[in-house]
């Protein structure tokens, strides 16, 4: 108890949190309301209760109907805001922010409505809370490559504003190889590289998203741990993984937290750490998510959540490395 405080108290990184999955029920209940959008939910108390998933195509395909909801510069604005206000409550000095393009784009919400919104709640998070954020651009590995090169394209005016590439969503049938042209251009671009792999997919996708796309951080990674010696080779590159607790479980990917192995791969050396994911669909923010793997995972000392915050925050792109992130 007195460690899980100290820990929900210490300083800390967030690199894996979806924008649009930081979208809490109520919040969507208020932009319908002042957009004019139906949802198929009679309230926000009935789009919670539908929040039961059985794997990550079940929850993504909510996440997706949830997206509708934004439509204006100021939703997207109220959107991060609230999200930055959040992180802050729970120590966050430092966040990469994913934002999914095309889940916009396809509804003909362009980057000149959804990047001025966002980049404004960064720049009061910095002003007003003192927390460094920027963002990662992520495309949607269910789309083709030729799409997510046109999405990157459509980036460029606002490239300056953009630290990264990610790619998320459906994993199964959908491996990093199919990303190897968009992950060159982005390099060439100068963008740093990242990419969700092992969430569903196997150890190989992880090998893969190193080796075909360059990435130097891979989100989730938790499917590592099947190939001993990727875990060998992880912990000697010192490859950062962005785990998920709260997200793996209610995606299934393990049984209950107890049965997360994270503390397996912290002990074999492996770069981990805390993040939220999708927190307003997967039951909290990122001290929820320290709060309970420390609770079933008795046997993680004090030395081990020191390993976790610090590993946060050296594995954050912050352009003047980790110790800014202080500042
Ligand atoms: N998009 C939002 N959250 C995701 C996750 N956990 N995996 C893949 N795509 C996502
Ligand atoms: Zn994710």
């Known amino acids: 108890e007195a460690l899980i405080a100290a820990v929900c108290a210490a300083p800390k990184a967030e690199l894996h949190v979806h924008i649009e999955g930081t979208l809490e029920p109520e919040l969507a209940f208020a932009l319908a309301r002042r957009n ?25 395909d909510l996440y997706y109907a949830g997206c509708d909801v934004l ?15 959040r992180a802050a409550a729970d120590h966050v000095v430092r966040a990469e922010v994913f934002f999914d393009p095309q889940s916009h784009t396809a509804r003909g919400i362009g980057f000149d409505v959804f990047m001025p919104g966002l980049l404004r709640a960064a720049r009061r998070a910095q002003d007003e809370l003192g927390m460094r954020a920027d963002y990662i651009l992520c495309v949607l590995r269910h789309l083709s490559e030729d799409d997510g090169l046109a999405t990157l ?12 590439l990610g790619l998320d969503s459906s994993e199964r049938g959908n491996p990093p190889q199919k990303f190897a042209r968009l992950y060159a251009q982005a390099r060439a671009q100068g963008l ?7 969430e569903e997919g196997p150890a190989a996708s992880v090998r893969d998203a190193l080796d075909l796309l360059g990435a130097e951080r891979i989100d989730h990674g938790v499917h590592a741990a099947d190939d001993p010696a990727l875990v060998r080779r992880l912990a000697a590159e010192g490859v950062a993984l962005t785990v998920c607790p709260l997200s793996n479980v209610k995606l299934r990917v393990f049984p209950d937290m107890a049965a997360h192995n994270l503390p397996a791969l912290l002990h074999a050396g492996v770069k981990v750490m805390v993040n939220s994911d999708d927190p307003a669909y997967f039951g909290g923010y990122v001290n929820a998510n320290y709060r309970a793997l420390l609770a079933a995972h008795p046997a993680l000392d004090s030395a081990d959540a020191y390993r976790l915050l610090r590993n946060s925050l050296e594995a954050s792109f912050a352009p003047a490395g980790p110790v800014a992130a202080w500042a």
């Open 36 to 60: 004019g959008v139906a949802l198929r939910w009679p309230s926000s108390e009935a789009l919670r209760a539908a929040y039961a998933f059985d794997s990550l195509q079940s929850f993504l």
């Open 71 to 85: 439509r204006t510069e100021q939703d997207f604005f109220d959107l991060a805001w609230a999200y930055f206000q």
């Open 153 to 164: 394209e459509a980036a460029s005016p606002w490239r300056e504003h953009i630290i990264g």
């Open 192 to 198: 740093r590289l990242v990419a969700h792999a092992g």
